[in-house]
C-alpha cells in the first residue's frame, strides 16, 4: 500500500520565522512528488518535483526532492499570517495517474 | 493557468435524495479526474479516479452503485450522490490532470450537507 507520511502535523510559528515541512514516502512505480496548499477551500498546487537535488523555487517557497532517501522538503522563509494554512504532500505512482496525499502539515503563522 | 470549476459549491439536501455535482475543466482537456471526498479536520480521501469514455476506477470501501461518476467529455465529470444520507454530508472536490501530466488542479469543491 503506497503511503505518504508529513511532518510536523501542526507548526506555530512567528511572522518572519523560517520553516521546513518534511514529507517521505513509500510507493510503488513512484512518478513525481506535488506540494499542495489548502486555506479555506480546495487545494492549490504548489510544486511538482520528479528529479532529485533539483530545487523549485517560487517567491518565499522552495521545495527539493531526494528519490534515494524518499523524502522532500518544503521551504517557507520570512512567513507572513497569510502562510497559514495546510500544506498536503502528495506522490503520485503507478501508470493510471493514482495520487496519494498525505495528512498534511497546519502551519500558523502569527503576527 | 489551469482552472478547474465545480457546481454547485453547496447543497443541501433531504434524506433520500440524489445529488449532482458537475467537475469542468474550462482551459484544459483533462483526461483523467478525480473524485475527493474531505471530512472536517481530515484530508483528502480519494473515492474515485475517472478516465473520459470508460468506466470509473473506484478505491476500496467506495460504493459505485451510490457515487455515480461519469466522464463524458475531456473536459465534463459528474459525480451523482445517489440516496444521500446524512453520514453522505462532506466537502466534495474534484481534480483534473491535463492529458500526460501529473499535476492535478483542484475545483473550489461542494460542501453537501444531507438533512
Redesign the interface.
Known amino acids: 500500500e503506497d503511503k505518504v507520511v508529513q511532518s510536523p502535523l501542526s507548526l506555530v510559528v512567528h511572522e518572519g520565522d523560517t520553516v521546513t515541512l518534511n514529507c517521505s514516502y513509500e510507493v510503488t512505480n513512484f512518478?513525481?512528488l506535488?506540494w499542495?496548499k489548502q486555506e479555506k477551500?480546495?487545494?492549490?498546487?504548489l510544486f511538482?518535483l520528479t528529479s532529485s537535488g533539483i530545487e523549485k523555487k517560487s517567491g518565499r517557497l522552495s521545495s527539493i526532492l531526494d528519490k534515494k532517501e524518499l523524502f522532500s522538503i518544503l521551504n517557507i522563509t520570512a512567513t507572513q499570517t497569510g502562510d497559514s494554512a495546510i500544506y498536503?504532500c502528495?506522490v503520485?505512482s503507478g501508470g493510471?495517474?493514482?495520487?496519494?496525499?498525505?495528512?498534511?502539515t497546519k502551519l500558523q503563522v502569527i503576527p | 493557468g489551469a482552472v478547474v470549476s465545480q457546481h454547485p459549491s453547496r447543497v443541501i439536501c433531504k434524506s433520500g435524495t440524489s445529488v449532482k455535482i458537475e467537475c469542468r475543466s474550462l482551459d484544459f482537456q483533462a483526461t483523467t479526474m478525480f473524485w475527493y471526498r474531505q471530512f472536517p479536520k481530515q484530508s483528502l480521501m480519494l473515492m474515485a479516479t475517472s478516465n473520459e469514455g470508460s468506466k470509473a476506477t473506484y478505491e476500496q470501501g467506495v460504493e459505485k452503485d451510490k457515487f455515480l461518476i461519469n466522464h463524458a467529455s475531456l473536459t465534463l465529470s459528474t459525480l451523482t450522490v445517489t440516496s444521500a444520507h446524512p453520514e453522505d454530508s462532506s466537502f466534495y472536490i474534484c481534480s483534473a490532470s491535463e492529458t500526460g501530466t501529473d499535476t492535478q488542479y483542484f475545483g473550489p469543491g461542494t460542501r453537501l450537507t444531507v438533512l
Open positions: 512518478r513525481s506535488l499542495y477551500k480546495a487545494p492549490t498546487f511538482m498536503l502528495a503520485s493510471y495517474q493514482k495520487v496519494t496525499f498525505g495528512i498534511g
